[in-house]
């Protein structure tokens, strides 16, 4: 029997061009509920989560982004042509208090693989940090009701996917399997 859980982490990939339509607010719910239930160390929950969806506000990073970093650095692929949130109608981001990067992970994936179960393409961005993490990002976090000195952790762009691209092959010789050790 086909197992859809390992299905749709295998079938994952990151999708960097997105439809101009905005994902349901069900859809919506479902991926922050599937979000909360990750888990995280000690049960500290130490995420916060914040989701965009105002194109305005969308562009306007972009600009502040692009003005901290440079219009012409490669910072993030397809830098040229694509705005920081990857034109993408929905943008979550996470944030910490203190360095909870590995929960932040955990929760990202969780997101990525709920996005992906219901037909919806992800791309994760951290290269938002460039702007939040500096002086400059301090104006978002007080605008999305972040404390200042909580830590941006990464964001993850969300809609209706408009590319199929090919998977990016994984390199071999990575895992081990240790049946008896040598002592
Ligand atoms: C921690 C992390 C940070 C990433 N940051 C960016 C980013 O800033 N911009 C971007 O376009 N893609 C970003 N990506 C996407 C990766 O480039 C992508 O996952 C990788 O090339 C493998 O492709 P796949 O997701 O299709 O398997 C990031 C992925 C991860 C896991």
Redesign the pocket.
């Given at each position: 029997m086909e197992n859809i859980v390992l299905k749709t982490i295998l079938d994952?990939?990151?999708i960097?061009f997105y439809k101009d339509e905005q994902i349901s607010d069900e859809q919506l719910s479902a991926i922050l509920e599937a979000a909360v239930w990750a888990p995280s160390g000690r049960n500290g929950q130490p995420c916060h989560i914040r989701v965009l969806q105002d194109k305005k506000a969308l562009e306007a990073l972009n600009v502040d982004f692009k003005n901290k970093v440079g219009w012409d650095t490669p910072a993030?692929?397809?830098w040229n042509i694509s705005p920081v949130y990857?034109n993408a109608p929905t943008l979550i981001f996470l944030f910490a208090e203190g360095n909870s990067a590995m929960d932040g992970?955990i929760m990202t994936e969780n997101i990525c693989i709920a996005a992906k179960s219901m037909g919806l393409g992800t791309?994760?961005?951290?290269?938002v940090g460039g702007l939040m993490n500096e002086p400059e990002g301090n104006v978002w976090k007080k605008r999305m009701n972040i404390p200042e000195d909580y830590k941006f952790l990464?964001a993850i762009a969300v809609g209706y996917p408009d590319e199929d691209?090919a998977?990016?092959p994984r390199a071999e010789g990575r895992v081990e399997i240790i049946k008896e050790l040598a002592l």
């Open positions: 994952r990939r990151t960097r993030y692929t397809n990857q992970g791309c994760i961005i951290a290269s990464i691209p998977p990016k």
